[in-house]
């Protein structure tokens, strides 16, 4: 098993900034790819970003690309969202996920781990 926790979530001004953290423990070397979701209210839960473990490959969700970073640190176990240039539409509750079947994907069905969130809220 695979145990997640994020932090990090906030209030914040439009235009402003936010790092999310999610740490990983438990079985973390069999985690290959670990990816943020978002859920506004009364929305469907949506792909934001992945990076893969061990070789660095990244993958976007349109609507971030340029604003938001993933990134990782193996060390500590931990992957991060780096979150610039925040409008009121990224307000939602932020979700880390992890899977261990060697998959760079946005398909929040193949994620089996996930964290229990943490809520941004931008305002205008």
């Known amino acids: 098993q695979v145990q997640l926790v994020e932090s990090g979530g906030g209030l914040v001004q439009a235009g402003g900034s936010l790092r999310l953290s999610c740490a990983a423990s438990?079985?973390?070397?069999?985690?290959?790819?670990m990816a943020w979701f978002r859920q506004a209210p009364g929305k469907e839960r949506e792909f934001i970003a992945a990076?893969?473990?061990?070789?660095?490959?990244?993958h976007y969700t349109d609507s971030v690309k340029g604003r938001f970073t993933i990134s990782r640190d193996n060390a500590k176990n931990t992957v991060y969202l780096q979150m610039n240039s925040l409008k009121s539409e990224d307000t939602a509750d932020y979700y880390c996920?992890?899977?261990?079947?060697?998959?760079?994907?946005?398909?929040?069905?193949?994620?089996?781990?996930w964290g229990q969130g943490t809520r941004v809220t931008v305002s205008s």
């Open positions: 996920a992890a899977e261990s079947h060697g998959r760079l994907t946005s398909i929040r069905e193949d994620y089996a781990y």
């Open positions: 438990g079985r973390t070397l069999a985690i290959y790819t």
């Open positions: 990076i893969t473990w061990r070789n660095d490959r990244t």
